[in-house]
């Protein structure tokens, strides 16, 4: 079965500080990586997503993540945060095996705070 | 832009009684999940549903646990008789068919059995 893990679980920042979290994951097989983010009281939303192709991947409001296959890691960047980047942020993988269809596995979630 | 919508936003319940969570998936989407979120840990998942069946289901997902699709628009996650330990952010998502399709995610629903 495979793993996710997010070591960073609460991230503190000063507005446009740059931004890196990182994500592990633990599967040999063919996955595709995403991240998701949780904005206080409402609903996971997609950031950016990787199947193939381009290991960079770019995703809305200024996000990035780089797929590293030989270390596993699917960590993600934005090179100056801003205040309304305030959230949780949930790394996830989908295996694809089985009949789970899209099912996710998700990292631990790290929350991250941006100082005005 | 479509979305997953649960009901209720919190449900309050006494410890062995049943409740049930409603969720109406984006309708053309044809996989749809329950995943939960105790506060301070990760998120869940509990199980997947393909075709009016079961896909794939988490060792969380006990038999005090069902989900049913009892119309062409509801996607429900019963709890049978609900322990302390049951509290929780619920939350349905729900995606396309093609592999590697986003999850979309609803607001969740707030379970707290007291």
């Known amino acids: 079965a495979q793993s996710v893990s997010q070591h960073n679980h609460h991230v503190i920042l000063s507005e446009a500080a740059s931004l890196e979290l990182g994500c592990n994951y633990s599967?040999?097989?063919?996955?595709?990586l995403f991240w998701y983010v949780q904005y206080p009281g409402q609903h996971l939303q997609l950031l950016l997503k990787y199947f193939s192709g381009d290991p960079l991947v770019k995703g809305i409001k200024g996000f990035e993540a780089e797929f590293i296959k030989s270390k596993f890691s699917f960590n993600l960047r934005k090179p100056s945060v801003q205040w309304s980047d305030t959230a949780e942020y949930f790394c996830?993988?989908?295996?694809?095996?089985?009949?789970?269809?899209?099912?996710?596995?998700f990292g631990g979630g790290t929350r991250l705070m941006v100082k005005p | 832009e479509p979305e997953v919508t649960q009901t209720p936003s919190h449900q309050v319940t006494q410890m062995g009684q049943e409740v049930i969570l409603r969720c109406v998936p984006i309708s053309n989407h044809l996989y749809f999940y329950w995943y939960r979120q105790i506060l301070g840990q990760k998120v869940e998942f509990l199980v997947s549903f393909y075709n009016n069946e079961i896909s794939e289901k988490s060792e969380i997902f006990d038999d005090q646990f069902s989900v049913e699709r009892p119309d062409g628009s509801n996607f429900t996650l019963k709890i049978r008789s609900t322990k302390l330990e049951d509290s929780a952010m619920y939350f349905c998502a729900s995606s396309g068919a093609v592999l590697g399709s986003p999850l979309h995610f609803g607001n969740g629903t707030r379970l707290t059995v007291t």
């Open positions: 599967y040999g097989g063919t996955v595709n």
């Open positions: 996830a993988v989908n295996a694809l095996y089985g009949n789970a269809g899209n099912m996710l596995t």
